[in-house]
T-cell receptor, first 114, second 112 residues
Protein backbone atom coordinates (compact mmCIF):
# COMPACT_ATOMS: atom_id res chain seq x y z
CA UNK A 1 0.00 0.00 0.00
CA UNK A 2 1.66 3.21 -1.16
CA UNK A 3 -1.11 5.65 -0.45
CA UNK A 4 -2.27 7.96 2.28
CA UNK A 5 -6.03 7.76 2.76
CA UNK A 6 -8.31 10.31 4.39
CA UNK A 7 -11.92 10.25 5.54
CA UNK A 8 -14.35 11.81 5.04
CA UNK A 9 -13.89 13.31 1.57
CA UNK A 10 -16.30 16.11 2.34
CA UNK A 11 -17.57 17.51 5.63
CA UNK A 12 -20.08 20.24 6.36
CA UNK A 13 -20.39 21.34 9.96
CA UNK A 14 -21.89 24.09 12.02
CA UNK A 15 -19.88 26.28 14.34
CA UNK A 16 -21.10 24.38 17.41
CA UNK A 17 -20.40 20.88 16.07
CA UNK A 18 -17.58 18.52 17.00
CA UNK A 19 -16.16 16.38 14.23
CA UNK A 20 -12.98 14.48 13.44
CA UNK A 21 -10.88 14.01 10.33
CA UNK A 22 -9.01 10.74 9.89
CA UNK A 23 -5.83 9.85 8.06
CA UNK A 24 -4.18 6.48 7.58
CA UNK A 25 -0.99 5.19 5.97
CA UNK A 26 0.50 1.71 5.81
CA UNK A 27 3.89 2.57 4.34
CA UNK A 28 5.71 2.29 7.65
CA UNK A 29 6.27 6.03 7.74
CA UNK A 30 7.11 7.49 11.13
CA UNK A 31 6.23 11.13 10.41
CA UNK A 32 2.74 12.43 9.72
CA UNK A 33 1.54 15.93 8.96
CA UNK A 34 -1.62 18.02 8.84
CA UNK A 35 -1.85 20.82 6.30
CA UNK A 36 -4.58 23.36 5.55
CA UNK A 37 -5.01 24.54 1.96
CA UNK A 38 -7.14 27.46 0.88
CA UNK A 39 -8.15 27.89 -2.75
CA UNK A 40 -5.33 28.95 -5.07
CA UNK A 41 -2.80 28.83 -2.21
CA UNK A 42 -0.06 26.38 -1.27
CA UNK A 43 -0.54 23.92 1.59
CA UNK A 44 0.07 25.51 4.99
CA UNK A 45 1.63 23.32 7.68
CA UNK A 46 -0.40 22.89 10.87
CA UNK A 47 1.09 19.98 12.84
CA UNK A 48 3.89 17.43 12.59
CA UNK A 49 4.05 14.12 14.44
CA UNK A 50 7.30 12.23 14.63
CA UNK A 51 7.26 8.71 16.12
CA UNK A 52 3.74 9.41 17.40
CA UNK A 53 4.83 12.49 19.32
CA UNK A 54 3.78 16.02 18.43
CA UNK A 55 6.89 17.76 17.15
CA UNK A 56 5.52 20.93 15.60
CA UNK A 57 2.42 23.01 16.25
CA UNK A 58 2.47 25.99 13.90
CA UNK A 59 0.56 28.20 16.35
CA UNK A 60 -2.72 26.58 15.36
CA UNK A 61 -5.83 27.67 17.33
CA UNK A 62 -6.91 25.23 20.02
CA UNK A 63 -10.18 24.53 18.20
CA UNK A 64 -8.00 22.16 16.14
CA UNK A 65 -6.73 19.23 18.21
CA UNK A 66 -4.48 16.59 16.63
CA UNK A 67 -4.07 13.04 17.83
CA UNK A 68 -1.79 10.21 16.74
CA UNK A 69 -3.13 6.95 18.24
CA UNK A 70 -0.45 4.83 16.54
CA UNK A 71 2.14 5.02 13.81
CA UNK A 72 -0.43 4.46 11.03
CA UNK A 73 -3.22 6.77 12.14
CA UNK A 74 -3.59 10.51 12.51
CA UNK A 75 -6.73 12.34 13.59
CA UNK A 76 -7.70 15.98 13.66
CA UNK A 77 -10.47 16.83 16.10
CA UNK A 78 -12.51 19.91 15.28
CA UNK A 79 -14.59 21.95 17.71
CA UNK A 80 -16.20 25.39 17.57
CA UNK A 81 -14.79 26.16 14.15
CA UNK A 82 -15.27 29.43 12.31
CA UNK A 83 -16.39 29.92 8.69
CA UNK A 84 -12.84 31.03 7.81
CA UNK A 85 -11.66 27.53 8.74
CA UNK A 86 -13.36 26.22 5.60
CA UNK A 87 -10.58 24.72 3.48
CA UNK A 88 -9.06 21.52 2.13
CA UNK A 89 -7.33 19.64 4.96
CA UNK A 90 -4.49 17.49 3.74
CA UNK A 91 -2.69 14.76 5.60
CA UNK A 92 0.83 13.72 4.57
CA UNK A 93 3.41 11.22 5.68
CA UNK A 94 7.13 10.66 5.21
CA UNK A 95 9.60 7.98 6.22
CA UNK A 96 11.00 10.18 8.93
CA UNK A 97 10.52 13.80 9.92
CA UNK A 98 13.74 14.95 8.32
CA UNK A 99 14.17 17.82 5.95
CA UNK A 100 15.04 15.94 2.81
CA UNK A 101 12.49 13.17 2.67
CA UNK A 102 9.54 12.94 0.30
CA UNK A 103 6.15 13.76 1.74
CA UNK A 104 3.20 11.76 0.40
CA UNK A 105 -0.13 13.57 0.51
CA UNK A 106 -3.59 12.15 1.03
CA UNK A 107 -6.55 13.25 -1.11
CA UNK A 108 -7.77 15.66 1.53
CA UNK A 109 -11.02 16.44 3.31
CA UNK A 110 -12.95 19.40 1.93
CA UNK A 111 -14.37 21.11 5.04
CA UNK A 112 -17.15 23.68 4.97
CA UNK A 113 -18.06 25.48 8.18
CA UNK A 114 -21.47 27.14 8.16
CA UNK B 1 12.42 34.22 7.61
CA UNK B 2 12.55 31.41 5.09
CA UNK B 3 10.86 32.23 1.82
CA UNK B 4 10.39 30.70 -1.63
CA UNK B 5 9.33 32.92 -4.50
CA UNK B 6 7.77 31.30 -7.57
CA UNK B 7 7.18 32.74 -11.04
CA UNK B 8 5.11 33.02 -13.11
CA UNK B 9 1.81 32.74 -11.30
CA UNK B 10 0.09 31.65 -14.51
CA UNK B 11 1.52 30.15 -17.68
CA UNK B 12 -0.31 29.29 -20.89
CA UNK B 13 1.46 27.30 -23.60
CA UNK B 14 0.50 25.54 -26.80
CA UNK B 15 0.53 21.77 -26.74
CA UNK B 16 3.98 20.54 -27.70
CA UNK B 17 5.77 23.66 -26.47
CA UNK B 18 8.03 23.77 -23.43
CA UNK B 19 7.14 25.29 -20.07
CA UNK B 20 9.55 26.68 -17.48
CA UNK B 21 8.69 27.60 -13.91
CA UNK B 22 11.27 29.33 -11.71
CA UNK B 23 11.75 29.48 -7.93
CA UNK B 24 14.13 31.36 -5.69
CA UNK B 25 14.79 30.43 -2.07
CA UNK B 26 16.18 32.53 0.73
CA UNK B 27 17.73 30.04 3.19
CA UNK B 28 21.18 28.97 2.01
CA UNK B 29 20.94 25.90 4.27
CA UNK B 30 18.12 24.48 2.11
CA UNK B 31 19.19 21.23 0.51
CA UNK B 32 16.02 19.53 -0.75
CA UNK B 33 13.80 20.92 -3.51
CA UNK B 34 10.64 18.99 -4.46
CA UNK B 35 8.11 19.93 -7.12
CA UNK B 36 4.45 19.03 -6.64
CA UNK B 37 1.68 18.90 -9.25
CA UNK B 38 -1.86 19.46 -8.07
CA UNK B 39 -4.76 18.89 -10.44
CA UNK B 40 -8.09 20.51 -9.66
CA UNK B 41 -9.67 18.84 -6.64
CA UNK B 42 -6.80 16.37 -6.25
CA UNK B 43 -3.91 15.88 -3.87
CA UNK B 44 -0.45 17.40 -4.44
CA UNK B 45 1.74 14.75 -6.06
CA UNK B 46 5.51 14.79 -6.16
CA UNK B 47 6.69 14.84 -9.76
CA UNK B 48 10.41 15.36 -9.28
CA UNK B 49 12.84 16.45 -6.61
CA UNK B 50 16.48 17.44 -6.43
CA UNK B 51 19.02 17.56 -3.66
CA UNK B 52 21.75 20.12 -3.33
CA UNK B 53 24.55 17.75 -4.29
CA UNK B 54 23.37 17.68 -7.94
CA UNK B 55 22.72 20.43 -10.46
CA UNK B 56 20.19 18.76 -12.73
CA UNK B 57 17.82 15.82 -12.73
CA UNK B 58 15.63 14.48 -15.55
CA UNK B 59 12.66 12.15 -15.68
CA UNK B 60 11.28 11.72 -19.20
CA UNK B 61 9.73 15.07 -20.19
CA UNK B 62 10.43 16.71 -16.84
CA UNK B 63 13.70 18.17 -15.61
CA UNK B 64 14.76 20.26 -12.66
CA UNK B 65 17.87 22.43 -12.47
CA UNK B 66 19.45 23.88 -9.35
CA UNK B 67 21.84 26.82 -9.05
CA UNK B 68 22.98 26.88 -5.41
CA UNK B 69 25.06 30.02 -5.84
CA UNK B 70 22.11 32.03 -7.09
CA UNK B 71 19.63 30.09 -4.91
CA UNK B 72 17.47 29.36 -7.95
CA UNK B 73 15.81 26.18 -9.10
CA UNK B 74 13.59 25.62 -12.11
CA UNK B 75 11.15 23.07 -13.51
CA UNK B 76 11.28 22.35 -17.23
CA UNK B 77 8.50 20.46 -19.00
CA UNK B 78 9.09 19.60 -22.66
CA UNK B 79 6.54 18.50 -25.27
CA UNK B 80 3.69 19.65 -23.06
CA UNK B 81 0.37 17.81 -23.20
CA UNK B 82 -3.12 18.90 -22.08
CA UNK B 83 -2.86 16.54 -19.10
CA UNK B 84 0.08 18.63 -17.84
CA UNK B 85 -2.46 21.37 -17.05
CA UNK B 86 -2.43 21.80 -13.27
CA UNK B 87 -1.02 23.95 -10.48
CA UNK B 88 2.66 23.36 -9.81
CA UNK B 89 4.27 24.14 -6.44
CA UNK B 90 7.96 24.30 -5.77
CA UNK B 91 9.24 23.85 -2.24
CA UNK B 92 12.46 23.96 -0.26
CA UNK B 93 13.58 22.29 2.91
CA UNK B 94 16.71 21.69 4.95
CA UNK B 95 17.91 18.64 6.83
CA UNK B 96 17.26 20.09 10.27
CA UNK B 97 13.68 21.17 9.56
CA UNK B 98 10.41 19.28 9.30
CA UNK B 99 8.83 22.12 7.37
CA UNK B 100 8.51 22.36 3.59
CA UNK B 101 8.50 26.00 2.48
CA UNK B 102 6.21 26.21 -0.54
CA UNK B 103 6.20 28.68 -3.38
CA UNK B 104 2.94 30.41 -4.21
CA UNK B 105 2.17 28.11 -7.15
CA UNK B 106 2.00 28.34 -10.94
CA UNK B 107 -1.19 27.57 -12.82
CA UNK B 108 -0.14 25.92 -16.08
CA UNK B 109 -2.61 25.71 -18.95
CA UNK B 110 -1.68 23.64 -21.99
CA UNK B 111 -3.87 24.58 -24.95
CA UNK B 112 -4.67 21.73 -27.36
Amino acid sequence: DTEVTQTPKHLVMGMTNKKSLKCEQHMGHRAMYWYKQKAKKPPELMFVYSYEKLSINESVPSRFSPECPNSSLLNLHLHALQPEDSALYLCASSQVAAGNTEQFFGPGTRLTVL
Amino acid sequence: GENVEQHPSTLSVQEGDSAVIKCTYSDSASNYFPWYKQELGKRPQLIIDIRSNVGEKKDQRIAVTLNKTAKHFSLHITETQPEDSAVYFCAANKRSSYKLIFGSGTRLLVRP
